[in-house]
């Protein structure tokens, strides 16, 4: 299990290289000079030409990618160029935010699609069946920031039951967990369907199986054969797709936290952007990078967890 | 309830058919049979003659739909399975009637380890206490003869040859000490060596738990070899039935008589396998008549106009042919 663990990881070094490298060379090409964002509209071109240099900007590029790379390394990801806080001060404000959106997503559209596809599964051909399907499919091609409009629109504005804007506190206030409701909804809905559709084709698949049978002649009951011996076995892609999704659930979380105010590393990144705050934007697209790289070696350790056969 | 008297399991003019989008098929068409307490019976015949839907429709492991049972009854002690409650049918499947199945590559369940899905079985049919649940386990793999059973008992179904996950299988079957094992073709999957220390294994398990074993089986030397009686299955229907004796000494039905000679012997020089000639006719195309009549070598207008009932021909010797006895084809 350790072996497995360091095997990815050390997999995820020439990635993380790969994505710096990427990163590095976007900014290159956006318009824009970062010396006259710093510097501001006021400035003379003496100024600016002197940032230039403190900034290292007029050396060769791979100078300035080795560079840079030094500075990551020593933990260094420069300073914003619009509020001068160093950007991994900005990036750890915005960690927690982003985090407790994807967990609060994952945590209910996972087990409730694996639900969904389960009793789809199990009643196929019927009416169930094909209620569930189309909720699926909905959920596949609805685009999130028109579901997460209507939400708001319904939930927020007309009933009044949830906020919709910002992030008063952490989940485990009040104020902060109904926060968390509607964001978390509309991200949520973004897995539901492929989850519930995978998991219905999966588990329909492991029941036709042999052992199934044998599951069915040992006297168990219909229940057990299901959860224990279908669902269990189906699991396994399942988990994949989870993983494959998980590019998925990071762009919807830049989405959903600017349609919802949420201070995350999503809002934060199209922050940056749109004001061309290189420094920070570089290291939310590197943050972003480890929090894919974090869910697939997740992915990885459950499923050899689930597995027995993959594990060493 | 228990009937000492009747015998052990009782199949009457079974029928079970499968509805498929060409229309519905029978798959099992008026098959009786008995087996007596501690016997072992066989079932032969060629692929898709229905012996493995009768053992399936035994243990009541049809899916339905697209299966159906349109007649007859499964009595076991007495009682008719097909008019039984789910919950009491599922307490004798894995309780009092085992099952073997074909593919012990596919038939346990890749995730568990083979004690847990041993475990599971005992659990279902009231061991509730783990520990002695875990004894037992490795108990019956030690029954089984799976070498270092306290070991292996954590094993994944990966870990185990063909050969040991078959006898994983029969101690699975032999869990809760059932009366009735059903084995289908348990050692087709097995290369010749494990197939005949399978049979040995079955054969000393039967007479050391005193449980009657239904055979379903292609091969007439796995017949000769375990059984007391024989069933000869045809697209659907029981063709001759006699103790073990009785058939390899005088059998009677064309169909029968066609196997035997297919069997490659030691003692004859000959360059090519007899076979019977044409096919089984389609379910969906059954003849009229006797279904074997268009393969038969003996067949009249008789045979393809109407069915032949199963004949008592001599002492517990059935045979389903407007033309017997007959006892050689002119070869």
């Known amino acids: ?68 790379l030094e500075r990551v390394a020593h933990g260094d990801f420069g300073r914003s160029m619009i509020s001068n806080k160093a950007v991994t001060e900005e990036l750890g404000a915005a960690i927690g935010p982003t985090v407790e959106l994807m967990l609060g997503s994952l945590l ?80 949520g809905l973004i897995l539901i369907g492929p989850v519930a559709r995978m ?71 199209v922050g940056a952007i749109l004001s061309s705050d290189f420094t920070v934007a570089q290291g939310a697209v590197l943050l972003f990078a480890l929090g894919f790289i974090t869910i697939n070696l997740i992915v990885d350790i459950l499923y050899s967890l689930l597995d027995p056969r993959v594990r060493k | 309830m228990q009937d000492q008297h009747s015998p052990l399991l009782e199949v009457e003019d079974l029928r079970i058919e499968f509805r498929t989008e060409g229309g519905a098929f029978r798959a099992v068409d008026g098959v009786s049979f008995t087996v007596e307490r501690g016997k072992t019976l066989g079932i032969v015949g060629e692929s898709g003659c229905g012996k493995s839907v009768t053992s399936l429709g035994i243990m009541g492991l049809i899916p339905q739909p697209p299966g159906r049972y349109v007649g007859g009854s499964i009595k076991f002690e007495g009682r008719d399975l097909l008019t ?40 279902a049919h009231g061991m509730r206490d783990r520990a002695k649940a875990r004894k037992r386990a490795i108990e019956l793999l030690d029954l089984v003869r799976l ?45 010749v060596t494990i197939q005949a220390q399978i049979l040995d294994l079955l054969r000393d398990l039967s007479t050391r738990t005193g449980a009657a074993i239904v055979m379903i089986t292609h091969d007439l030397g796995v017949v000769a070899e375990t059984c007391d009686d024989v069933v000869v299955m045809y697209a659907g229907r029981v063709v001759e039935r006699a103790p073990v004796a009785a058939l390899f000494s005088g059998p009677m039905h064309p169909y029968t008589l066609g196997l035997m000679a297919a069997v490659p012997r030691i003692d004859t020089r000959s360059d090519r396998l007899e076979t019977i000639p044409g096919t089984v006719p389609p379910p969906w195309a059954m003849p009229e008549g006797c279904r074997f009549a268009s393969r038969c070598p003996l067949a009249t207008d008789q045979c393809r106009a109407s069915q032949p009932p199963l004949r008592e021909m001599g002492t517990g010797h059935l045979v389903a042919c407007w033309r017997a006895p007959i006892e050689e084809i002119a070869a």
Not at chain 1, 227 to 252: D, K
Not at chain 2, 89 to 112: A, D, H, K
């Open chain 2, 84 to 123: 039984m409650s789910a919950k009491e049918r599922r307490s004798l499947r894995g309780g009092r009637m085992g099952m073997i199945f074909q593919e012990p590559m596919t038939s346990l369940n890749p995730v568990y380890t083979i004690g847990h899905q041993i475990i599971e079985g005992l659990r």
């Open chain 2, 147 to 191: 070498p270092s059973p306290a070991e292996r008992v954590d094993d994944f179904p990966h870990q185990l040859s063909g050969g040991q996950r078959q006898r994983v299988m029969i101690a699975l079957a032999l869990a809760n000490e059932p009366d009735l094992l059903i084995a289908d073709e348990p050692t087709t999957a097995l290369d």
């Open chain 1, 199 to 269: 998991t219905r084709s999966s588990v329909l698949e492991v029941l036709s199986l042999d052992h199934v049978r044998t599951a069915r002649a040992k006297g168990l009951s219909e229940m057990r054969v299901t959860l224990a011996h279908g669902l269990r076995n189906a699991l396994i892609p399942v988990v994949t797709l989870i993983g494959l999704q998980a590019g998925y659930l990071l762009g919807g979380a830049v989405v959903t936290e600017t349609i919802f105010s949420w201070p995350g590393v999503g809002r934060l990144a």
């Open chain 1, 1 to 68: 299990m350790l072996k497995t663990v360091l095997d990815r990881l050390a997999l995820s070094v020439p990635v993380l290289l790969g994505v710096l490298l990427f990163g590095f060379l976007l900014l290159q090409l956006v318009p824009g000079d970062p010396a006259q964002v710093m510097a501001g509209p006021t400035a003379t071109p003496d100024v600016v030409e002197a940032i230039r240099r403190d900034m290292g900007l007029d050396r060769p590029l791979l100078v300035q990618f080795w560079a840079y």
């Open chain 1, 108 to 187: 209910w559209s996972v087990p409730v699609g694996i639900a969904m596809g389960t009793l789809a599964a199990v009643t196929r051909g019927t009416w169930i069946d094909r209620g569930i399907m189309a909720i699926s499919v909905a959920g596949v091609s609805l685009p999130i920031f028109f579901v997460s409009l209507l939400l708001i629109q319904y939930l927020g504005v007309v009933l009044r039951w949830f906020p919709f804007i910002g992030r008063p506190g952490p989940w485990y206030t009040a104020e902060g967990f109904m926060a968390l409701f509607l964001p978390a909804l509309s991200l």
